[in-house]
């Protein structure tokens, strides 16, 4: 069974840093690209960042570019998202994402993590 | 940078009945579009991908049409755990993107 569990959320200050965790299991990890979504509470979905399978490639929304990093760790089934110089408006609800292989939709989600930023 | 707008906003039917939604792409992504269904206090769960295949688990009610820039999600009778809000996703390139959401309540 694919499961994806994040960790790491919390309140952080703007300006601080704050990591998010993601533990995969039930598949083999270097195998799929793997993606942070956002929701915005009461909003919609946003797209935040996609790490190849590899870990050599990154791609990341204009919204976070230069201020956050995806990276993975497929020896430990580990995706993470360092959210450096964070703002009000990133507060959300992270979702880790599996993109399905070959696919170009995300078939497998975490029950998602609440960063909050505030003062 | 491509824009989905999803119609209507809300639409509201009774169990038992047809429902139809709609994401339109500001330009063409081709067969690039998947659906999610996401209910109150949950992630959202894969639908459809490429426009038209049911994900692993779907219901048969489910079913996915369009290419270009129109595309629509029908269910073809509503059952209670079907009233949730829905999102229209496609990617180009590395960039992905959603749509605003039609939220599927009962009348």
């Known amino acids: 069974e694919v499961r994806l569990v994040e960790s790491g959320g919390g309140l952080v200050q703007p300006g601080g840093s704050l990591r998010l965790s993601c533990l995969a299991s039930?598949?083999?990890?270097?195998?799929?690209?793997m993606t942070w979504v956002r929701q915005t509470p009461g909003k919609g979905l946003e797209w935040v960042a996609t790490i190849s399978g590899t870990g050599a490639d990154a791609y990341y929304a204009d919204a976070v570019k230069g201020r956050f990093t995806i990276s993975r760790d497929n020896s430990k089934n580990t995706l993470d998202l360092q959210m450096n110089s964070p703002r009000v408006e990133d507060t959300a609800i992270y979702y880790c994402?599996?993109?399905?292989?070959?696919?170009?939709?995300?078939?497998?989600w975490g029950q998602g993590t609440l960063a909050a930023v505030s003062s | 940078e491509v824009v989905l707008t999803q119609s209507p906003a809300t639409l509201s039917l009774s169990p038992g009945e047809r429902a139809t939604l709609s994401c339109r792409a500001s330009q063409s992504v081709s067969s690039s579009l998947a659906w999610y269904q996401q209910r109150p206090g949950q992630a959202p769960r894969l639908l459809i991908s490429d426009t038209s295949n049911r994900a692993a688990g779907i219901p048969g009610r489910f079913s996915g049409t369009g290419s270009g820039t129109d595309f629509t999600l029908t269910i073809s009778s509503l059952e209670p755990e079907d009233f949730a809000v829905y999102y229209c996703?496609?990617?180009?390139?590395?960039?992905?993107?959603f749509g605003q959401g039609t939220k599927l309540d009962i009348k």
């Open positions: 039930g598949f083999t990890l270097n195998t799929y690209a």
């Open positions: 994402a599996r993109l399905g292989y070959g696919s170009r939709s995300f078939d497998y």
């Open positions: 996703q496609s990617r180009s390139g590395w960039v992905f993107t």
